[in-house]
């Protein structure tokens, strides 16, 4: 029999235990034994709950049990979660978590942790929700040298996105909407301002290329600036307007990765992406473009990320998955090193331009209602 533990009840903890209890009986034909929810840790009263026989609030009760195999960290927020982490590790229990902010700001050390203590550090919910997408990109893909990475990468922002254009729902009734349906962080500002899909793309950036690129060094544009009047603007030019986060390598080995919102030809998949649905488009120099879809938040959808890991960390007990980065990426400046097309609107009419910097696209735009990127 495998244990494990839920650090954090809360949207994704409770969807983990709910795929359990949907799905107990496959999970354990396919790991070949039975698989035990033993614990929730959580500081909240959760007497009430069905799961209530199973709550402690005393983090040394997991540590220090020998028959825990894998601790699911859903706490979110890189504080106690990171604390807790370490720990769980350090006591040689393996860790999944779909804690991107926690992922993007110690993944390094916590993985280096987990290669010392051979357990794993596993996070496939932490970029793209139910997307299988980190397992693609460094197994699947291994053979290519990856080329570039854009992604939708935020259900809630794409969820807004989606409402307003095709509903004509107002801002904040879609975010709240989006609330609702468990989509957004705890703070939204952190989906409408770009910084959970700058976290997402920072994770991908790092397991493509082994550098990594620390989200408060790119550059990180959210969908806040945004005027539903260049939405409209977009679609008369044959664009959907999208926030992207986006990766590239340049042919120096250096990394170019942020996040804007871009407009997005109608020619590209990305652009018929909506709702709470993510999109990653991963281009290899072998394989081509390969674009993995689905949804990008929600309980359910992230649990299954998250459960997927879990057994994916029992299937490997004895040797550990390789995986993590260990240097410094060395980064591009966007302002000058990246020709992009732009959209522009100022006087006249809207326009999009020929390749140019950031820098020369500033310059030209001047005083400029809208300046934004043309994904290519
Ligand atoms: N707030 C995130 C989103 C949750 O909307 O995509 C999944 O990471």
Same mark, same amino acid.
């Given at each position: 029999?495998?244990?494990?533990?839920?650090?954090?009840?809360?949207?994704?903890?409770?969807?983990?235990?709910?795929?359990?209890?949907? +799905?107990?009986?496959?999970?354990?034909?396919?790991?070949?034994?039975?698989?035990?929810?033993?614990?929730?840790?959580?500081?909240?009263?959760?007497?009430?709950?069905?799961? $209530?026989?199973?709550?402690?609030?005393?983090? $040394?009760?997991?540590?220090?049990?020998?028959?825990?195999?894998?601790?699911?960290?859903?706490?979110?927020?890189?504080?106690?979660?990171?604390?807790?982490?370490?720990?769980? @590790?350090?006591?040689?229990?393996?860790?999944?978590?779909?804690?991107?902010?926690?992922?993007?700001?110690?993944?390094? /050390?916590?993985?280096?942790?987990?290669?010392?203590?051979?357990?794993?550090?596993?996070?496939?919910?932490?970029?793209?929700?139910?997307?299988?997408? @980190?397992?693609?990109?460094?197994?699947?893909?291994?053979?290519?040298?990856?080329?570039?990475? !854009?992604?939708?990468? +935020?259900?809630?922002? +794409?969820?807004?996105?989606?409402?307003?254009?095709?509903?004509?729902?107002?801002?904040?009734?879609?975010?709240?909407?989006?609330? /609702?349906?468990?989509?957004?962080?705890?703070?939204? =500002?952190?989906?409408?301002?770009?910084?959970?899909?700058?976290?997402?793309?920072?994770?991908?950036?790092?397991?493509?290329?082994?550098?990594?690129?620390?989200?408060?060094?790119?550059?990180?544009?959210?969908?806040?600036?945004?005027?539903?009047?260049?939405?409209?603007?977009?679609?008369?030019?044959?664009?959907?307007?999208?926030?992207?986060? #986006?990766? @590239?390598?340049?042919?120096?080995?250096?990394?170019?990765?942020?996040?804007?919102?871009?407009?997005?030809?109608?020619?590209?998949?990305?652009?018929?992406?909506?709702?709470?649905?993510?999109?990653?488009?991963?281009?290899?120099? =072998?394989?081509?473009?390969?674009?993995?879809?689905?949804?990008?938040?929600?309980?359910?959808?992230? $649990?299954?990320?998250?459960?997927?890991?879990?057994?994916?960390?029992? !299937?490997?007990?004895?040797?550990?998955?390789?995986?993590?980065?260990?240097?410094?990426?060395?980064?591009?400046? @966007?302002?000058?090193?990246?020709?992009? #097309?732009?959209?522009?609107?100022?006087?006249?009419?809207?326009?999009?331009?020929?390749?140019?910097?950031?820098? /020369?696209?500033? $310059?030209?735009?001047?005083?400029?209602?809208?300046?934004?990127?043309?994904?290519?």
């Amino acid at each position: 029999m495998a244990n494990f533990a839920i650090m954090g009840f809360g949207t994704v903890g409770s969807g983990v235990a709910e795929v359990l209890r949907m +799905n107990g009986a496959s999970i354990a034909e396919k790991l070949g034994e039975r698989l035990t929810l033993k614990y929730i840790l959580d500081v909240r009263d959760l007497s009430a709950s069905p799961y $209530a026989s199973l709550v402690v609030k005393d983090f $040394a009760l997991l540590e220090s049990d020998p028959e825990l195999d894998v601790v699911v960290e859903s706490i979110g927020g890189a504080k106690v979660a990171y604390e807790f982490t370490r720990r769980a @590790l350090l006591a040689g229990k393996h860790v999944v978590t779909s804690n991107k902010e926690l992922v993007a700001a110690h993944g390094r /050390e916590l993985l280096e942790i987990a290669r010392d203590k051979n357990v794993n550090y596993l996070f496939e919910a932490s970029v793209g929700g139910g997307i299988p997408v @980190l397992r693609p990109l460094f197994q699947c893909l291994a053979g290519n040298q990856i080329q570039e990475i !854009a992604g939708i990468l +935020n259900g809630t922002t +794409n969820y807004i996105l989606t409402r307003m254009v095709e509903g004509g729902v107002p801002f904040d009734e879609a975010l709240r909407e989006a609330q /609702e349906k468990g989509y957004a962080e705890a703070n939204p =500002a952190a989906d409408i301002e770009g910084l959970d899909a700058g976290r997402k793309i920072c994770i991908l950036s790092d397991l493509a290329w082994g550098g990594e690129v620390r989200p408060e060094a790119i550059s990180v544009r959210g969908i806040s600036g945004l005027s539903l009047e260049d939405v409209d603007v977009a679609r008369t030019l044959g664009c959907r307007i999208k926030l992207l986060g #986006r990766a @590239l390598r340049l042919e120096d080995g250096r990394t170019a990765a942020y996040v804007a919102p871009h407009l997005v030809p109608e020619s590209s998949p990305l652009s018929g992406v909506d709702g709470v649905f993510n999109a990653v488009m991963i281009r290899g120099n =072998a394989v081509g473009d390969v674009m993995l879809y689905g949804r990008g938040a929600g309980d359910l959808p992230t $649990a299954s990320a998250v459960m997927g890991d879990v057994l994916d960390a029992l !299937a490997h007990r004895e040797k550990r998955r390789s995986l993590g980065w260990s240097r410094d990426a060395v980064l591009a400046d @966007l302002e000058s090193e990246l020709p992009m #097309r732009w959209y522009i609107r100022g006087e006249g009419p809207a326009r999009i331009t020929g390749a140019m910097t950031a820098r /020369e696209a500033r $310059a030209l735009a001047g005083q400029a209602a809208a300046l934004l990127p043309v994904l290519e």
